[in-house]
């Protein structure tokens, strides 16, 4: 079933939350991770958008 808050890409815009962060209404603000199908259990990390470029590259262990 399709999310639609982020519509499956995991992240919402962090300015309208009721927003998929990418797409045609993605305003190109910071995102933040849907809290409907990607809030990680605490001690985790939210997964990442296809096609993100991570910031966290360096942060050894982050990809699977
Ligand atoms: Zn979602
Ligand atoms: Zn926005």
Known sequence: MKC???ECSGWVCENH???PREGE???GGAG???P???SPA???RPRLPP???TVLDDEDG???
């Open 25 to 27: 209404h993605g305003c």
């Open 17 to 19: 939350p009721d927003q």
């Open 36 to 38: 409907t199908c990607n």
């Open 51 to 53: 096609g993100f470029k």
């Open 4 to 6: 639609l808050l982020c």
């Open 42 to 44: 605490e001690g985790e």
């Open 32 to 34: 933040v991770p849907c």
């Open 62 to 64: 982050y990809r699977h």
